[in-house]
């Protein structure tokens, strides 16, 4: 089973500073994704990234997949309240267990205004 | 309609009661999945349901009983649970259980308090 590490666990910060979460394997990732879950709301996919060197933008959020596809992060520029909440990264198990999504234990994220 | 919806949004029952939660989506997605989620941490696959049979079980305790009636519609019928099952229940779809990416969509969730 592919196992992910995402760090940091906790990261408390004002609004305007930027922040970087990670998600490392010891396994190649097919595909990763990153979710977004509100307090009380289900997680919300943010993005899929697929090719190792990939980056891609969604608005203030960058999101890289390492050359190698063992790791992928996360970067929020100028933060704001909006973004708090919990980060997730998720993987397709694959082989027999194809259709399961490995989960990263999360990154909770507060804002503060 | 890119949705998934769940409902009741809140529930409260006993140990002895039955309930059931329902879930919805019309995105034509032929993969629908519960999983439970306890505060702060990640969401815990419970079921797997492809092209509406079952396609995994997560060795989840029988007092959790999942029915998926058509391609649209996925229950998950409670009975005798115990206070630890007190959690949110996520639902969530994706067009098919056999693809590289696997892209979920969930739902928001039904809070379940266990007394």
């Known amino acids: 089973t592919q196992l992910l590490e995402q760090s940091p666990q906790f990261l408390s910060i004002q609004e305007g500073e930027n922040l970087t979460v990670y998600c490392n394997s010891s396994?190649?990732?097919?595909?990763l994704q990153w979710y977004r879950q509100e307090p009380g709301e289900g997680p919300v996919l943010l993005v899929t990234v697929v090719t190792g060197g990939e980056v891609k933008k969604l608005k203030r959020l960058t999101f890289q997949f390492g050359d190698a596809r063992k790791d992928s992060s996360l970067h929020i520029t100028a933060a704001q309240p909006g973004d708090t909440g919990l980060y997730l990264c998720a993987s397709n198990a694959g082989g027999t267990s194809y259709g399961k999504l490995t989960f990263g234990q999360g990154t909770i994220l507060t804002v503060h205004p | 309609d890119t949705e998934v919806t769940q409902t009741p949004k809140h529930l409260v029952m006993g140990m002895t009661n039955k309930k059931s939660l329902k879930c919805e989506q019309h995105m034509g997605h032929r993969a629908m999945y519960w999983y439970k989620q306890k505060a702060k941490k990640p969401p815990e696959l419970m079921f797997v349901?492809?092209?509406?049979?079952?396609?995994i079980n997560e060795s989840v305790p029988s007092r959790f009983s999942p029915e998926c009636p058509n391609s649209s519609l996925l229950n998950l019928h409670l009975h005798a649970l115990q206070p630890e099952d007190s959690a949110l229940y996520l639902c969530?779809?994706?067009?098919?259980?056999?693809?590289?990416?696997?892209?979920?969509?969930f739902g928001p969730g039904t809070r379940l308090t266990v007394l």
């Open positions: 396994s190649v990732f097919s595909s």
């Open positions: 969530a779809s994706s067009q098919v259980l056999w693809t590289g990416y696997n892209e979920q969509f």
């Open positions: 349901y492809s092209y509406e049979k079952l396609s």
